[in-house]
């Protein structure tokens, strides 16, 4: 019975560094129905380090077969340096953190799936709905299970252009007290807009080994930002010391670029980013369509070369929030 999922929620120890699940709530929803993943379950028991990872990629956001292949990948990356991975998605109308590799193949490859916003998940499981879950459908799933470092390619943020479109992400983020480890906001949204918006929300943003906000496809934004934090230890430094001033109840955005000779070439960047940009005004394109319409015209466009960035930024997102999480954990 989808309206009642069955029960295993686990008590998770406190008070551990990121701790919000002690905070009794997270986003004024009291708890959330969460199933565990077995390895997870007993990470999060042993206080051992945890990275989120989310769905909306994995469905939405690359084509297949690739986003499998992808999605493991990123899983083993998160492994490979010394965390559990814990992938975020909804099956059956039931939140799993900790999707296993059948549930992960199955928001891979089937059509029915669901792209979960914060909103989305409530009505998404009273369906009994299969769904993948964006960085704030992840953000505030994980916040509840008390796991505190969070892994994507790039948030989302001010759409360009009129009327108005901007991602839950945001307001998600200034709710959620969690480390998000990303390329930057995607380089098709108005990266200006979205930096105030951060700024107003109250959401902190950190670079990593830099100062110039990263652009996703392109390693900077032409964007600067006011901090850089250079070690893993040091933004676990960070994130001890919001927990200390009482701060930590928005997210802390670690903006992680590609090296230059990785990225996308900008002159190619910006020609596609046009041509997809009068193609969604052309088709109509609008709403939650056109994050992935986007991201799909520039893997079409560019003969697969954004995708092979996209990918390379992700993995390389995925193996830093693992060293944070170590980092954090203490060991
Ligand atoms: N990063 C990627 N690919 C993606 C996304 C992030 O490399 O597809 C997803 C995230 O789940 C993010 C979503 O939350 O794009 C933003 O969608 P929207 O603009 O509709 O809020
Ligand atoms: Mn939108």
């Given amino acids: 019975d989808p309206i009642r999922p069955e029960r295993d929620r686990i ?18 929803v009291k708890e959330f129905d969460i199933s565990y993943g077995d390895e997870v379950a007993s ?16 469905s939405h956001g690359l084509p297949r077969p690739d986003n499998l292949t992808v999605a ?30 059948e549930q992960l193949t199955r928001l891979a490859t089937s059509d029915q799936v669901a792209k979960l916003s914060v909103r989305d998940l409530a009505v998404a499981a009273a369906t009994g709905a299969d769904g993948a879950t964006t960085v704030a459908g992840t953000s505030a799933i994980a916040a509840a299970a008390g796991i505190g470092v969070f892994a994507t390619g790039g948030m989302g943020g001010v759409h360009r252009g009129a009327p108005y479109d901007e991602s839950a992400d945001l307001v ?45 496809f392109i390693s900077d934004s032409g964007f600067a930002l006011d901090w ?25 955005v670690i903006a992680n670029p590609l090296p230059t000779d990785e990225q996308l070439d900008p002159a190619l960047h910006d020609r596609v980013l046009a041509d997809g940009l009068a193609k969604l005004d052309s088709e109509g394109i609008t709403g939650k369509a056109v994050t992935p319409f986007l991201l799909s015209h520039f893997h079409s466009a560019t003969e697969g070369r ?6 390379r930024l992700i993995l390389r997102n995925a193996a830093l929030a693992a060293q944070i999480a170590v980092a954090a954990a203490g060991r």
């Fill in 172 to 216: 998600t983020l200034a709710r959620c007290p969690i480390a998000l480890v990303c390329a930057g906001v995607k380089s098709i949204l108005d990266v200006g807009a979205t930096l105030e918006r951060l700024e107003t929300l109250g959401v902190s943003v950190a670079g990593y080994r830099t100062t110039q906000f990263p652009g996703f």
């Fill in 306 to 311: 954004s995708l092979a960035v996209n990918v």
């Fill in 11 to 28: 008590v998770t120890p406190g008070p551990r560094i990121f701790d919000c699940a002690g905070q009794g709530s997270v986003l004024g």
């Fill in 72 to 101: 493991r990948q990123i899983e083993q990356a998160v492994r490979d340096n010394g965390a559990v991975p814990a992938t975020i998605g909804m099956l059956g109308g039931r939140i799993v953190v900790g999707i296993d590799d």
């Fill in 43 to 58: 990470a999060l028991r042993d206080g051992a380090p945890v990275v989120a990872l989310e769905t909306t990629i994995v």
């Fill in 228 to 252: 850089s934090l250079d070690s893993p230890e040091r933004i676990a430094a960070a994130l001890r010391a919001r927990q200390q001033q009482g701060v930590h109840h928005s997210a802390l």
